[in-house]
């Protein structure tokens, strides 16, 4: 999404996209909306998207929870590259492969080898 438009009325798009059923749907505050949990469930996915402040407790495993930090940490890696971060690329099939390019070599620094 761009960055001043909110993503969640981009997300059921993104989950009719998948190409089986995830085990788990986990997401941050920005996704936490009864509707989108029914949806998620209605698939046959488990929801793990905190609730609001204001909103009823729902069940979100901190187990689960949890890992998300380590997509987190990835994108704030791959955001270290310039190109990823401000995408200068025009298509998305030039940014896809700098964004592999990047993947890669955040692999091979935190692999080691």
């Known amino acids: 999404a761009p960055g001043q438009a909110h993503e969640l009325p ?4 993104l989950l009719d996209c998948l190409p089986d059923v995830p085990g788990w749907v986990v997401g941050d505050l920005g996704l936490a909306s009864d509707a989108f ?10 929801p793990a998207i905190p609730p609001r402040r ?3 407790p729902v069940a979100c495993p ?17 955001k270290e590259w310039r190109a990823v971060a401000t ?9 896809l492969g700098v964004l ?14």
């Open 100 to 113: 592999c390019l990047a993947a890669t070599a955040d692999w091979i620094k935190v692999t080691k080898l």
């Open 87 to 95: 995408r200068y690329e025009k298509t998305a099939r030039s940014f």
């Open 37 to 46: 949990r029914e949806r998620i469930w209605a698939m046959g996915a488990r």
């Open 10 to 13: 981009m997300a059921p798009g």
């Open 62 to 78: 901190d187990w689960v929870y949890a890992n998300r930090h380590l997509v987190e940490n990835l994108w704030a890696r791959l």
């Open 54 to 56: 204001t909103d009823a």
